[in-house]
Each structure stands twice: as structure tokens, then as C-alpha cells.
């Protein structure tokens, strides 16, 4: 998939030709301040509910940590999973910059990037410091987007229907090479 997506990874960790650029597009990326359901101009697009209407990369700060999740306008904020449930936070910042200068690298597992050729969008992180990935995963006929980090050892969790669920077989969102 391309567009507001980002391209679609294919494989665990797959190597690709060319530079390292990582660092460089994190450049193109900033974290926009919203509330309320607020979706700013150039927001990227991470998934989408079973009815088709957009999900957006969003994180909020919770409980001492900065947590991923998703926003939109039929939200009302933004959502995140955290210990067992679904948290709506009103309060929330949105990614935005260029979808196409993105990737969803195929993940299983607990996350690890040990040795691949992978740059993760990673500015999110847990009360104790460990790094948190922004991921999505495919449930009840769409697209939807949490967190994944190498301590969860199940996969992704994600908040759907005011709980924490989680997925093995996910996409963690990368820079492109």
C-alpha cells in the first residue's frame, strides 16, 4: 500500500538497496499539538476503522510515559491502549509530514530491530524509559493503530471497544531507505 500509508513492508525486517536515511526524514516530521477530534493539515493517516473512516498517528502523554495510539474526528481525541483497557485522552499530538517518506515493516512477536536495516518512528516511550514503536494491526475489518516494544512480549496491543488487545502478526511504521 502506498499513499497516506506509507509503504507496505513485505517480510520481517526486509533488506533494501540504498542509503540509510532515517535520520534525514525524520527531518520532514513533526509532532502537531490537537484536542477534541482536531486532525491538523498534513496528518498521516495510519489506519482505518471497519467503516472506512481514517484513523491518524497520534501520542499522548499518560501516566509518565508518552504513549502511541490513534485519533480522528469521530473519536472525539485520541485513544490508547494501557494496562487492560482502551484510555480516551483529549489532550494529544498528531504526526504529520509526508506518508511516502514512510514504511510498515512486517513484525511477529515481540519487537526487535537487532541487525536489520530499519529505522522506526520510535519518539514514544513507557513510564520506565523503554521504547514504545507505533504499529498497527488488522482487526474487525480494519486497520488499528498502538504501540509495540520489546518488552510486550505478545505482539502489538492496541485499544479497540474500551479494552487492550493485542495482535502476533503485525506492522511497525518505519522511515523509508
Known amino acids: 500500500m502506498q499513499g497516506n500509508y506509507g509503504n507496505q513492508g513485505q517480510g520481517q525486517f526486509q533488506q533494501q538497496q540504498g542509503g540509510h536515511n532515517g535520520p534525514q526524514l525524520r527531518n520532514l516530521f513533526q509532532w502537531v499539538p490537537a484536542s477534541n477530534g482536531t486532525i491538523p ?8 476503522e471497519g467503516d472506512g473512516k481514517p484513523l ?13 495510539g490513534k485519533a480522528a474526528p469521530h473519536l472525539d481525541g485520541a485513544y490508547i491502549a494501557y494496562d487492560g483497557k482502551e484510555v480516551q485522552l483529549k ?7 509526508p506518508g511516502k517518506a514512510l514504511r510498515w515493516v512486517a513484525c511477529h512477536g515481540s519487537v526487535n530491530f ?9 519518539e514514544c516511550h513507557e513510564e520506565s524509559g523503554e521504547p514504545l514503536f507505533i504499529a498497527k494491526a488488522s482487526y474487525d475489518g ?23 488487545r493485542s495482535a502476533k502478526e503485525y506492522f511497525v511504521l518505519a522511515y523509508e531507505n
Open 142 to 164: 480494519g486497520e488499528q493503530i498502538g504501540k509495540a516494544g520489546p518488552h510486550l512480549r505478545n505482539g502489538m496491543v492496541f485499544g479497540y471497544a474500551d479494552k487492550e
Open 91 to 97: 489532550e494529544y499530538f498528531v504526526l504529520c509530514g
Open 56 to 68: 491518524y498517528i497520534a501520542r499522548a502523554f499518560y501516566k509518565g510515559g508518552l504513549q502511541p
Open 41 to 48: 493539515p498534513n496528518a498521516v493517516q495510519g489506519g482505518r
Open 114 to 122: 537487532a541487525g536489520a536495516n530499519v529505522q522506526p518512528v520510535s
